[in-house]
C-alpha cells in the first residue's frame, strides 16, 4: 500500500505533477541538419534526441543491397553524456537490439520497392535521456523520415506505456521505471491504422493490465501524433505568413 | 486555387477520384504517400512533393557532370538515386572528367541505371542546384517563369530536370538569389508574379 501512494497521490498525480494518462511536454523542430536529406530534433520531457535521414543512397557494402528493395540502416546512440554515469562509447548490446527492431518497424512503413538496390540511411543520437527514449527517437526519425520526403504508407509514432505502483500510467520516466514492480512497454503504431510496429515488455502483467496498457498506448500515441503533424506543417507555413506581406512591403520602399 | 499541406498516412480526398502521383489507396481511401501539395479542385488525385530526390523519367534534359571515363564510356553524376552511363559507341566528341554536360535520358534500365545520350559540353558559365521537386516551379507553366527570369537578369539559362540549373552572361548573383527565392516560396501560388516583382524592383536598385 505504500509503494502505491509513492506513484500517485491521492488527487491521482504522479511524482511530476502529470496524471495517469498524460505524456511529457514534446517539442518537434523540422529541418535542423542541412547536410542531411532530412532531419528532425525533438525534445520530449528531459529526452533530447537528433534524427538524420540520408537517402536513397546507392548501397554500400553492394553484398548487403537488395535488388528487389531498397534496405533501412537505423543506427540508435547514446551519447556519452546522456545518462547519469558515463557510458562507454562504443555501441553496446541494448543499442544493437534497439536499432534493429526500430529499423525493422521502418520496414513496414517506407514503399522500399520503389528504390531497388539502394540503402537509406537513419541516424539516431540520443543527447539527453529519462526513460522512453527508443519511442523519442522512432518519433523523430520518422518526422525526419518524411521531411527527406521517402514515401512512407504513414508516420510512425511511438509512445511508452507501463505500471508503476500497480497503476497503469503512459510515458513513464526514469523514476517510475525504476519502481519495484515496473513494468515497461515501449509501443510504436501507425495512427491512421492503429498497426502496431513496435512492441516490447519488460516486466510481469496481467492479461487485463496488458490489455489496458496497448488501449493506453494508443491514445497516447495519437496524442503524440499530433504534435509530430503540427511540427511537418509548421516548416511550411512560417515562409507563408512573411511572404504575403513581401509585395506591399517592396511597394512601399519604391 | 485551393491546395493543402498533406503528410505521408493522411487521407487526401473522400470522392472517388483518379489516382495520380504520389498517393496510395489503403481501404478503398486516398492517402498521400509524402509532405507534400495537395490541390482539391482537380478531378486527379495527385499530391506534389515539397522534398525528395530526383527520379529519372525518359526524355528528361539533365545536367550531370562527368565523373570518370573508362574503356567503353563515361560514368556521370547526374544528382539521382542511381549511376549513370553514356556508352562511347553513341557518341563522336571526346569528354573530359569534370566537364559539365546536358543530356538527356534516354532510358532508365531495369537495374534502374539511367542511359543518357547527347551530351553537349558547357563553355564557361555557374552552375546552381535547386531541390528537384522544386524544378517546375522554376520553369513554370509553358516556360513562364524561366522567361521572367531570363528577362530580369539578362543570362541564358538551362534547367535540367535533375535540380541543376546552368546559367552564363547577365546578373548571376540575382539569378542565384531569385532561384534562392523560389526554392524557399515553391509551396506558394503566384510565384511567377511576385518573382517579376521581385527582379523588376532588383534590377532598379542596381
Known amino acids: 500500500m505504500d509503494e502505491k501512494t509513492a506513484y500517485v497521490d491521492k488527487h491521482g498525480k504522479r511524482t511530476d505533477g502529470r496524471v495517469l494518462n498524460e505524456v511529457r511536454p514534446i517539442k518537434i523542430e523540422v529541418g535542423v541538419i542541412p547536410e542531411a536529406d532530412g532531419s528532425c530534433y525533438l525534445e520530449w520531457g528531459q529526452n533530447k534526441v537528433f534524427a538524420a535521414v540520408y537517402g536513397p543512397n546507392e548501397c554500400i557494402p553492394k553484398h548487403m543491397s537488395d535488388p528487389t528493395k531498397a534496405i533501412i540502416r537505423y543506427n540508435y546512440r547514446m551519447a556519452s553524456f546522456s545518462v547519469p554515469d558515463r557510458k562507454r562509447p562504443q555501441p553496446g548490446r541494448r543499442e544493437v537490439e534497439i536499432s534493429k527492431v526500430s529499423g525493422e518497424a521502418f520496414e513496414k512503413v517506407v514503399f522500399l520497392e520503389r528504390f531497388p538496390g539502394t540503402q537509406i540511411e537513419v541516424e539516431v543520437e540520443i543527447l539527453d535521456s529519462n526513460a522512453g527514449t527508443r519511442v523519442a527517437a522512432l518519433t523523430a526519425a520518422s518526422v525526419a523520415m518524411a521531411d527527406a520526403g521517402i514515401p512512407m504508407k504513414d508516420i510512425i509514432v511511438g509512445c511508452g506505456v507501463g505500471k508503476a505502483g500497480g497503476h497503469v500510467m503512459v510515458d513513464l520516466n526514469k523514476f517510475e521505471e525504476d519502481a519495484p514492480d515496473a513494468v515497461d512497454v515501449p509501443m510504436a503504431i501507425l495512427p491512421s491504422t492503429d498497426e502496431i510496429v513496435l512492441l516490447q515488455l519488460d516486466g510481469l502483467a496481467t492479461r487485463e493490465e496488458f490489455q489496458s496498457m496497448i488501449s493506453e498506448g494508443i491514445k497516447a500515441c495519437k496524442m503524440v501524433y499530433e504534435k509530430q503533424k503540427e511540427a511537418l506543417k509548421q516548416k511550411y507555413r512560417i515562409p507563408a505568413e512573411e511572404s504575403m506581406n513581401l509585395p506591399e512591403q517592396g511597394e512601399g520602399f519604391e | ?206
Open chain 2, 1 to 206: 486555387m485551393s491546395k493543402r499541406i498533406v503528410i505521408p498516412g493522411e487521407q487526401v480526398s473522400e470522392e472517388r477520384k483518379r489516382l495520380g502521383s504520389h498517393v496510395y489507396l489503403r481501404e478503398g481511401k486516398i492517402c498521400s504517400d509524402c509532405v507534400g501539395l495537395y490541390n482539391e479542385e482537380s478531378n486527379v488525385a495527385s499530391v506534389v512533393p515539397l522534398e525528395g530526390k530526383y527520379i529519372p523519367l525518359v526524355g528528361d534534359t539533365i545536367i550531370g557532370i562527368v565523373e570518370s571515363e573508362n574503356y567503353s564510356g563515361y560514368h556521370v553524376d547526374v544528382n539521382a538515386v542511381y549511376p549513370s552511363f553514356i556508352s562511347k559507341k553513341d557518341i563522336r566528341e571526346i569528354l573530359k572528367p569534370k566537364s559539365v554536360i546536358s543530356a538527356r535520358v534516354d532510358d532508365v534500365q531495369e537495374n534502374m541505371e539511367i542511359k543518357v545520350s547527347g551530351p553537349r559540353v558547357f563553355a564557361g558559365g555557374e552552375l546552381f542546384t535547386v531541390s528537384p521537386v522544386r524544378i517546375p516551379r522554376v520553369i513554370g507553366r509553358d516556360g513562364s517563369m524561366l522567361n521572367v527570369l531570363r528577362e530580369g537578369t539578362g543570362a541564358s539559362i538551362l534547367v535540367g530536370r535533375n535540380g541543376r540549373v546552368w546559367a552564363k552572361g547577365g546578373n548571376l548573383d540575382l539569378l542565384r538569389r531569385s532561384l534562392e527565392k523560389i526554392e524557399s516560396e515553391a509551396h506558394l501560388d503566384n510565384l511567377t508574379d511576385r518573382m517579376t516583382a521581385f527582379l523588376g524592383l532588383a534590377k532598379k536598385n542596381n
